[in-house]
T-cell receptor, first 114, second 113 residues
Framework: DQQVKQNSPSLSVQEGRISILNCDYT??????FLWYKKYPAEGPTFLIS?????DKNEDGRFTVFLNKSAKHLSLHIVPSQPGDSAVYFC?????????????FGTGTRLTIIP | DSGVTQTPKHLITATGQRVTLRCSPR?????VYWYQQSLDQGLQFLIQ???????AKGNILERFSAQQFPDLHSELNLSSLELGDSALYFC????????????FGQGTRLTVV
């Protein structure tokens, strides 16, 4: 039962353009969402998070949008840079017992084309 | 550097053997999580400890066990190893539990031959 889904396994974007990565979730008890970036053979690196009381959170070139009614979140990277090429995982958690750990999606491999 | 330390970085062992993976969380973090990543797939949650107590369990095999010690470091024990156990094993830590960022170590690459 995949509670967090990233339906696009890969995405290619021209350098300087906007990258949009999408994520859907099914568990209505999730109320905290995160994005991680992962390079090969390294641990995931935390990028940005958003609480369910917000619908947008910005940090530099990274913005996360949350649509609770659609159970959908997205990560926007503007402008995209070659160093952004990596696998991006979305993750979700909740405060209630049993949902406190991070549940991850399957990841989207982002390739930035110079 | 996330502040989470995992040892060893690489481990090669034979089928049927037992190994122990070690994780030191970030200073001040009470919660430790273990994840498995096989063949560039997603991160599968194994188990979580919070301040020494088991907090949540995922799809962890009975051959696998873990514990968190009083100094908050954690160990993941894998026994009767099979070829399919070859994977990257990640440890993560967070200050508390639920709705908080977790920070990951560099992982232990386990190869079972």
């Amino acid at each position: 039962d995949q509670q967090v889904k990233q339906n696009s396994p890969s995405l290619s974007v021209q350098e300087g353009r906007i990258s949009i990565l999408n994520c859907d979730y099914t568990n209505s008890m999730f109320d905290y969402f995160l994005w991680y970036k992962k390079y090969p053979a390294e641990g995931p690196t935390f990028l940005i998070s958003i609480s369910s009381i917000k619908d947008k959170n910005e940090d530099g070139r990274f913005t996360v949008f949350l649509n609770k009614s659609a159970k959908h979140l997205s990560l926007h990277i503007v402008p995209s840079q070659p160093g952004d090429s990596a696998v991006y995982f979305c993750a979700a958690s909740g405060f209630n017992f049993g949902n406190e750990k991070l549940t991850f999606g399957t990841g989207t491999r982002l390739t930035i084309i110079p | 550097d996330s502040g989470v330390t995992q040892t060893p970085k690489h481990l090669i062992t034979a089928t049927g053997q037992r190994v122990t993976l070690r994780c030191s969380p970030r200073s001040g973090d009470l919660s430790v999580y273990w994840y498995q990543q096989s063949l560039d797939q997603g991160l599968q949650f194994l188990i979580q400890y919070y301040n020494g107590e088991e907090r949540a369990k995922g799809n962890i095999l009975e051959r696998f066990s873990a514990q968190q010690f009083p100094d908050l470091h954690s160990e993941l024990n894998l026994s009767s190893l099979e070829l399919g156990d070859s994977a990257l094993y990640f440890c993560a830590s967070s200050v508390n539990t639920g709705n908080t960022e977790a920070f990951f170590g560099q992982g232990t690459r386990l190869t079972v031959v």
